[in-house]
């Protein structure tokens, strides 16, 4: 028999987000107004069955994070979110990383399990994570209810990915780049745009420009405006 540390941790989560917005609430009115909280753990879901005939385990990695002092003049929160995603993945060594807006992309494209996670972010903010082609996860805002029901900030967002797709994705093999021996500097560019450019497009754009060399680099997108 199980004795979970909480309650509700004796039932099986289809998502750990349930559980971590619900920490999230509880730090918050501890009077934390800036963090983020994290959990890598197994999910079910019952439409998912194995060859034991019952619901199917997968590992999956999940973030929330929120800024309570932020407010829609900072920006939209999806930024943060997908910050944080970007850097774990080229740190793990992965690359060909897409978002595609949930609202642009077909449902039934998308496995079950990141399916799933759907219900619980904004389609208009957030978007479905993809490595060479195959779905892994979601990120950025949350639904208006979903902010509503765990007292949520403006500032608020969060990731779920698919630890399992990852491992079986792969990672890319790292070419070794020597160690630069001039300090580090930084530029920043203004780039302007017709609307109908989007922005994973464009990003994706630049990357390949300054990526494709040896140099050592990073691409940080720190505002967008109209």
Known sequence: DALPIYELLCLMRTTLLQSLLQKTKENLQRGFDKFALFEMNISHLRELIDSNNVPDEEWMLSMVITDVKRNKKSGSPYYIA??????????LGYTNIKYELIADVSEQSIPM???????????N??????????????????KENVKSSFKLPYYSSGIELSVFQLVDIGRDTNTYKQIPVFPTFSVDLSI?????????????????VVQRSNLWNRIECIDISS
């Open 192 to 208: 302007e745009v017709n609307n109908s450019v989007q922005y994973e497009d464009l990003f994706t754009e630049i990357q390949y």
């Open 113 to 123: 399990r990141i399916k799933n996670l759907l219900g619980i972010f904004d389609p």
């Open 82 to 91: 997908k910050k944080y995603s970007d850097e774990l993945l080229t740190f």
């Open 125 to 142: 903010a957030s978007a479905v994570l993809s490595i060479h082609g195959t779905y892994i996860g979601v990120i950025g805002e949350f």
